[in-house]
């Protein structure tokens, strides 16, 4: 199926490694503009150096970016709609792992779990919205399925994804009169970086602790979200090919939640 995304210009926060860098692989493949950030420079160099790979360098741009910093943001956008002269679709994907007890929490980490999950996308959205409704683009928030489903020791993922989710229906009721739709996907267990530091700090392979997270959480169809299915899942938001769905959050997760 062609998604119609040759030429359009998409940008993705976080968007160097993992789930993220998967996603601008496939975009890149498929024809498509990328624009991508990190706040760690070696990650971005990295991204550009693959995505070059699969494309051109004039179809990339990767930038050192701390979203959570307001004026590195709106450098960002200005920088990358410079560039392009376009935005066709955003994803919000900017994260890190913060799931514990509640009484665990200062209030530090709940400010900075805010401020990157939650304050970040609502800057995004709001600085790339212009682009976004003169060629009536798409919006991701990647999220966590701990926001429909929070488990126990899951503050402030939890808290801070549930407050994305919301954002996501409201932006979607706000932005769809000029044309922009807003989705969501809750992300259960999947390949990323983040699994092979944890294998790294405990001194196992990354198999093995991924296949004991698999057992442990007992999800229905017995493994994790490859990249490439997250890649796929993203691709078809993103493009004109899912031009009636908005205000929708999906789970990515094998089954794994009891929420819809």
Sequence with gaps: MDLELSGKVIVITGGTEGLGL?????LVQQGAF????????????????RLV?????????GLVVDVTEVEALEAFAAE?????????GLVNNAGRSAAMLVDSATDAMWSDDLDL???AAVRTTRLFGQALSATGGSIVNVLAIAGKHPGQASVPTSVSRAAGLAFTKAASKDLGPQGIRVNAIL?????????VRRASSLGQDVASLTAALVKASNIPLGRMGTAREFADLGAFLLSP???YLSGVGINFDGGLSSAV
């Design 53 to 61: 790979s699969l494309s051109t360098p004039q179809a990339v741009l």
């Design 117 to 119: 999950k939650l304050f």
């Design 34 to 49: 990328v624009a991508v950030c990190s706040r760690r420079p070696e990650a971005v160099e990295r991204a550009v150096a």
């Design 187 to 195: 992300v259960g267990l999947a390949e990323s970086e983040q699994w």
């Design 80 to 88: 990358v709609v410079e560039r392009f002269g376009r935005v066709d």
């Design 22 to 26: 998967a996603l601008a692989e496939l």
């Design 241 to 243: 090919r899912s031009s």
